[in-house]
């Protein structure tokens, strides 16, 4: 990630917009997947120099089931008068959950300098816990949204393959094989 002001630390502070002089935070890391979108919320949600929720930096929620469930970075019809740019500069991404979204796991954000991109500024590296079986069917869709900076999206689809998790009674007798190989293997060694 490249970023315009200096991250210290683990805590991503907001940026200033040069158009309007006011403080805006990076987006959250969003998630829709089966209908249904989360995220993986960056820092604490700043808009115009104010916190707006109190999600907490880290951790994953399922965003509220109304709408609008995402923050868009400004008005998509708001094109700004002739001459004057518009309120935001990417008036339709998505860049945060609105509030009133439910924490589903805890997480820890962590920062460090540089990263193997064009080059990138930071590397940013969110550990969390979700509920079982979360993104384990289909497919799945991210999108994160700088909301002051004109050319910064990340988008793209995924899915994961659910790996196989042997019964116990499966579970039991690779366990007794492993065993039995075990002692071969002593035999042939003490011969």
């Known amino acids: 990630m490249n970023y315009p002001t200096t991250i210290s630390g683990n805590v991503i502070p907001p940026a200033q917009w040069g158009v309007d002089g006011q403080f805006y935070s990076t987006s959250d890391f969003l998630i829709s997947w089966q209908g249904i979108d989360y995220g993986i919320v960056l820092a604490h949600h ?16 399922q965003a509220p089931n109304i709408p609008f469930d995402l923050v868009l970075s400004g008005n998509p019809n708001d094109l700004g008068a002739p ?13 945060w959950l609105a509030p009133g979204g439910s924490l589903l796991g805890l997480g820890t954000v ?15 590296t969110d550990q969390f816990s979700a ?27 995924g899915s994961f393959v659910e790996a196989a998790v042997p019964e116990p009674g499966t579970f039991a007798l690779s366990l007794v094989a492993l065993i039995l190989l075990s002692c071969i293997r002593v035999v042939q060694i003490l011969r």
């Open 46 to 61: 700043i808009k115009a120099g104010s916190p707006v929720d109190t999600y907490v930096p880290g951790n994953l929620y």
């Open 83 to 95: 001459g004057v740019l518009p309120s935001a500069p990417r008036r339709d991404s998505p860049v």
């Open 110 to 124: 962590t920062v460090l300098s540089g990263g193997n991109g064009t080059p990138a500024q930071y590397t940013i």
């Open 131 to 157: 509920p079982a079986g979360f993104l384990s069917t289909g497919s799945f869709q991210i999108e994160a949204a700088s909301w002051v900076c004109f050319n910064g999206v990340i988008v793209g689809t």
